[in-house]
């Protein structure tokens, strides 16, 4: 299995067992990222750990 698909496996799995998922955001909501069609993704993650060390990496006063 690949990374990509090890790590969505995982995701699948920890959202299975918690029915939770996490996103970041900070007084103006939640970043999203345009794709290159122009569509706006918005990242989840599969624990509250997960989801603190992506707002510690990008900053800027977001929070879980």
Do not use: C, N, Y
């Amino acid at each position: 299995m690949s990374q990509s698909g090890s790590q969505a496996a995982a995701f699948f799995r920890d959202v299975r067992e918690s029915r939770v998922v996490w996103l970041v955001r900070d007084g103006d909501g939640s970043p999203t990222h345009l794709s290159a069609d122009g569509t706006r993704s918005l990242p989840f993650w599969s624990t509250s750990p997960r989801a603190q060390r992506a707002a510690k990496i990008w900053g800027r006063g977001l929070h879980v």
